[in-house]
């Protein structure tokens, strides 16, 4: 061969060993250690090696090649033999080296570094000839730099000793061909691995140590692969059943990913015996109903029952229910004598939305564990590969995996990859290689296997278990199998993809392919096959015919943490007891307005801290953010937690919270609301990353699975929740309807008109409305820090949780008359639904019109009719827009028999609570002595944007409003 064609120091090599040979000559310590074994034992030659990467290298009989740098510059390889004692003027070397002279030592350097660089190689590419595609549909070609040939290894090579210390668990030096082999068995079988971008050395050196000296191969025990093998008749069992049973139901089955079941199971069984007691999993609807059987223990008759069309849900409950493969199941499972307590998140199918709900759940789940390390609770999710590689919530969710406020610890995916989404091939619906490239993004190590091969599934489930719990990060399993039907057993996936659909028709199922290898191997026979599928048969024929006598006992909805909790009852029996007595309220108060001793506080925030110490102690003009504060402290003092998350919500988007102190000299921080009382419960406030729809759904999640702590999320500007419309949407306005499943979630949302243009105004009041039914939550407009203050505290002082839509305040939050008294907070007081009228006004008998209204907009009124003089017309505030306050409003205008009603807001007529409030009013009116029956509206005219972005604009249809509420014709 040809010197210049073969010597690894040539050409595009050269840059790598010069960069590296540097970096070890200015710190030793800056390269790995097999590099630095190798460059000690150089000792002196540093220089002429050195020499050689820049510019000539020796071919393998010594010949000098010349490079960029002239022949006559280089020293001579000196030719000394290395001294008897195993050193190299005084450097240790390897026993192979002993008595070489240092010319020898030069040619075994560059066969250990052309041997270095395609193990490397391997590691960052071998995946791409592995072995992963069932179909054989993806053809996979030899990669340039897996060749051996591209690092100079020619046909004389195979059987040359080469010194590779140790790596690959080869020992001290082994053959090419030994090295070769390894490589091939341990990244190009049935399994791909993708860890070399991640930046930790410590977790790249484990995944090699795990890997590389078994070449990623689990010897199973007999009784081990026949267990694994049990678990995929199971799967494929159900499958072929319902098939048949229920020809053309819908059931997004499993067929072609069954060894998704045996790997889950060992996730669970490892998981055990690593310390983990609590899982909760997030899942598509492909595949579920199997999961909820197998992995859950949902009986087979219950299941069946679902599939003659009765619901899930006991007679008695009432909701929609949902269909069966979206709905959720818990149960405990036992392994090794070690309980897990195993939970499926209903979710929609809404792709990915269930993600950071799942997080939440389980952040919620270490928190009551006091689980700081996260070893007790784990988070597995599995998703689609076209979801995966598609939905922005994947991203959202893995940012959030190593951020303080929502960290749990490491998440399992599991990706079951059908190389398809709906009829969208791969090559349509991603721009990179794999499904799980947005994986990178965290630095998630990616184990690609191949569906067909069961027992490489379990093997890469353990190893993400043990990695999972030995680093607490995230950990991706992308296995690569195929949809044996279309979309759902109902389509046709020949009409658009007849090749792949010819070859999934001719294609063994996991079973089968399992079958003939566990056969040939003596494992199992033909007979132990036929009688595992026989009993199967057996066992569900069974439950078929129970199905029909089947009915659900009982729901699972108020046990465990819920116990004690109750069914919402009527309208008018749902206060609770919010207030709270003058003396506690006085020294939450005051603990909220002070600094520890020696902190250097901002001088605008301490002066923000003595006023509010003066309105304390006087008991006067309380503001919007200290009613806030004070809900939430007096909820701490008395063992209530409170989390809160958004976008600054520390600080507050508005610089009125500042519920976290820095000090100006060192940044160390202080929040006084952890300071209130003894044996307090935490208060835990977080500045959220800048997304929506993932913090929501985590706070949702969180909310789900701790009913006993006051959750919240804050929107920057109400419109901005937009973002995170699926999660309201399809969890929390409809969770308990769908699922049974009660939620406290507070979403706070900044809304108001005022000359901010159309995205810094509205907080779309008019979509929860819309949403508003059944009794599945509640939406508040307060104009008072005290009516805050009781909406906020009901909501732990109640029998039953709702979710809470709060329309918070922008400018009224420093509005001199949006203030309260401190009696406002104390004995006798509570949430009030609608606030009647504060002024002096004529005989309510001679009142004209009654302004109904909601939010800031009343504040405006009020001032303008102050200015007039006008005694004759009233304004009511509806503090509460659902549930509607039908009999009270009532009361309230039965006070007014002879006054028109008009309702007033600032939001076009399109939008706003005016479609909402419309029809309510009027059946609050009907049956009244009065003299009006409908209401009337005045406000700004239908539009298609929320509002103006002209400022001028602004003030001229707010005063035109305000005037024609206030102008009786």
Not at 307 to 327: A, C, I, N, T, W
Request: proline share 4%; glycine share 8%.
């Amino acid at each position: 061969m040809q010197a210049e064609q073969t010597s690894f120091l040539f050409g595009a090599n050269a840059p790598f060993i010069e960069e590296l040979y540097a970096r070890y000559l200015s710190d030793p310590n800056a390269v790995d250690g097999e590099w630095r074994i190798f460059f000690d034992a150089l000792a002196e030659q540093k220089g002429d090696v050195l020499a050689e990467v820049r510019g000539a290298s020796w071919a393998p009989n010594g010949t000098r090649v010349i490079g960029a740098v002239d022949p006559e510059t280089l020293p001579s390889p000196a030719n000394r033999n290395v001294k008897g004692n195993g050193k190299a003027n005084g450097a240790a070397v390897p026993a192979a080296l002993a008595g070489k002279t240092e010319a020898d030592i030069v040619a075994a350097a560059l066969d250990t570094s052309r041997a270095f660089l395609l193990i490397r190689s391997y590691r960052i590419r071998g995946h791409l000839e592995a072995d992963l595609d069932p179909l054989g549909l993806i053809k996979r070609e030899l990669h340039r730099e897996l060749d051996p040939a591209t690092y100079g290894f020619g046909e004389n090579d195979w059987e040359r000793p080469i010194l590779i210390f140790g790596s690959l668990g080869l020992g001290e030096s082994a053959t090419l061909r030994q090295i070769w082999d390894r490589l091939r068995k341990t990244y190009c079988g049935k399994i791909g691995v993708e860890y070399m971008h991640i930046s930790d050395p410590d977790q790249k050196a484990w995944i090699q140590e795990r890997i590389e000296h078994i070449e990623n191969h689990t010897e199973f025990t007999v009784e081990g692969r026949r267990a694994i093998f049990e678990r995929v008749v199971e799967a494929e069992g159900l499958e072929r059943y319902l098939g048949v049973k229920f020809v053309g139901t819908k059931r997004f089955g499993l067929d072609g990913g069954e060894s998704l079941i045996p790997g889950i199971e060992q996730i669970l069984k490892r998981g055990g015996q690593l310390g983990i007691r609590d899982v909760v999993i997030g899942m598509p609807h492909r595949g579920r109903l199997n999961t909820l059987v197998h992995v859950l223990h949902k009986s087979y008759t219950a299941l069946f029952s679902e599939f003659q069309g009765r619901s899930s849900q006991p007679e008695e409950m009432r909701g929609s229910g949902d269909v069966k493969y979206h709905l959720g199941a818990s149960a405990d499972r036992e392994f090794d004598g070690t309980t897990i307590h195993v939970s499926l998140a209903p979710n929609p199918s809404h792709l990915e939305a269930v993600n950071p709900v799942v997080l939440g759940k389980a952040r919620a789940k270490q928190d009551q564990r006091n689980d700081t390390d996260r070893s007790q609770v784990m988070a597995i999710l599995m998703h689609g590969d076209a979801a995966f590689a598609g939905q922005g919530l994947v991203a959202e969710s893995l940012d959030l995996s190593d951020l303080g406020g929502y960290r749990i610890g490491g998440t399992i995916h599991f990706v079951v990859n059908n190389q398809i989404g709906f009829t969208t091939l791969p090559t349509y619906s991603r721009s990179g290689p794999y499904c799980t490239e947005i994986a990178k993004i965290v630095q998630a190590p990616i184990l690609h296997v191949n569906g067909d091969d069961p027992e490489a599934v379990v093997h890469v489930s353990r190893i993400a278990t043990e990695y999972r719990q030995h680093f607490k990060r995230d950990i991706v399993i992308d296995m690569f199998c195929y949809r044996r039907h279309g979309h759902n057993e109902s389509d046709e996936p020949m009409f658009t993809q007849p090749l792949m659909y010819k070859e999934i028709g001719g294609h063994k199922t996991v079973k089968e392919v399992y079958a003939a290898r566990l056969e040939a191997e003596g494992v199992v026979t033909a007979a132990d096959v036929a009688q595992l599928d026989a009993a199967l048969r057996e066992k569900l024929d069974k439950a078929l015919e129970a199905a029909g006598q089947y009915k659900p006992n009982k729901a699972d909805w108020l046990e465990g943490r819920w116990a004690g909790l109750t069914v919402a009852p009527g309208e008018e029996d749902r206060k609770g007891v919010t207030a709270v007595d003058l003396e506690r309220l006085t020294a939450v108060g005051h603990a909220l307005c002070e600094a520890p001793k020696g902190f250097d506080l901002n001088r605008k925030i301490a002066r923000q801290l003595q006023e509010k110490r003066k309105t304390i102690d006087t008991g006067e003009n309380i503001d919007w953010a200290t009613g806030e504060a004070l809900a939430w402290g007096t909820l701490l003092a008395e063992s209530t937690p409170v989390r809160l998350s958004g976008q600054d919500s520390g600080r507050g988007t508005f610089s009125q919270r500042h519920s976290v102190l820095v000090d100006q000299t060192n940044e160390s921080k202080y929040i006084p609301l952890n300071h209130v009382a003894s044996e307090q419960a935490r208060f835990e406030v977080i500045d959220s990353p800048l997304n929506e729809a993932g913090v929501l759904g985590f706070e949702y999640g969180y909310s789900s699975a701790e009913p006993n702590a006051l959750v919240m999320w804050e929107a920057q500007f109400g419109d901005f929740a937009n973002g995170a419309q699926v999660i309201i949407d399809q969890f929390i306005c409809s969770g308990e309807s769908k699922w049974l499943r009660m939620n406290g979630l507070v979403m706070l949302l900044p809304h108001g008109y005022e000359g901010q243009g159309p995205e810094h105004s509205s907080a779309r009041l008019e979509r929860y409305l819309q949403l508003s039914a059944e009794d599945n939550w509640q939406v508040v407009v307060p104009t008072t820090p005290a009516n805050y203050f009781h909406a906020l505290r009901r909501q732990m002082r109640r029998s039953f949780r709702k979710p809470l839509i709060v329309m918070t305040p922008k400018s009224l939050l420093r509005h001199k008359d949006c203030v309260s008294t401190l009696a406002d907070f104390g004995p006798g007081s509570s949430f009030r639904r609608i606030l009647a009228e504060t002024d002096q006004l004529t005989d309510a008998a001679k009142v004209r019109r009654v302004v109904l209204c909601s939010g800031k907009v009343y504040f405006d009124l009020v001032a303008e009719r102050r200015k007039r003089k006008i005694d004759d017309i009233a304004i009511m505030r509806i503090e509460q827009l659902y549930p509607f306050p039908f009999s009270r409003l009532g009361v309230r205008l039965s006070q007014y028999s002879n006054a028109e009603v008009v309702w007033c807001q600032e939001e076009p007529e399109n939008m706003g609570a005016w479609h909402f409030v419309d029809r309510r009013i009027e059946r609050a009116l009907a049956g009244l002595n009065v003299k009006t029956t409908r209401p009337v509206y005045i406000g700004r005219p239908e539009s298609a944007s929320p509002a103006t972005g002209s400022a001028r604009t602004h003030v001229k249809e707010q005063a035109d409003l305000v005037d024609r509420a206030l102008t009786i014709s």
